[in-house]
């Protein structure tokens, strides 16, 4: 069974930074593309950013030149380092995961999946 293990979230000072971190676990043929996503009460989730397995990566307007995206194959972890948090970057923060996984029989299919979520506050 797949699961995604976040962690890093927490209170920061704005101005601050904070480096969040999502780790796949089981039984996995390959990652396509992990990402993360975030969702403040009341909203709709967003994307905020995300990186194919080619090295691409696609970040929301709101957070470019802040916020970097980055992959550890080895330890199909993705991580999310955010400089210069701002208020309006509270939220809690989702990992996804667009996965290939082994089905049986020699064949595999593709998976979407979502950790926990993990809390991050920017506040004074």
């Known amino acids: 069974q797949v699961q995604l293990v976040e962690s890093g979230g927490g209170l920061v000072q704005p101005g601050g930074s904070l480096r969040l971190s999502c780790a796949a676990s089981?039984?996995?043929?390959?990652?396509?593309?992990m990402g993360w996503y975030r969702q403040a009460p009341g909203k709709q989730r967003e994307l905020v950013a995300a990186?194919?397995?080619?090295?691409?990566?696609n970040y929301a307007d709101s957070v470019k030149g802040r916020f970097t995206i980055s992959r550890d194959n080895a330890k199909n972890t993705v991580y999310l380092q955010m400089n210069s948090l701002k208020p309006e970057d509270t939220a809690v923060y989702y990992c996804?995961?667009?996965?290939?996984?082994?089905?049986?029989?020699?064949?595999?299919?593709?998976?979407?999946?979502w950790g926990q979520g993990t809390q991050v506050t920017v506040s004074s």
């Open positions: 996804n995961a667009d996965l290939t996984l082994p089905t049986g029989w020699g064949l595999s299919q593709r998976y979407d999946y």
């Open positions: 089981g039984s996995i043929f390959s990652i396509n593309a």
């Open positions: 990186i194919t397995s080619g090295g691409s990566t």
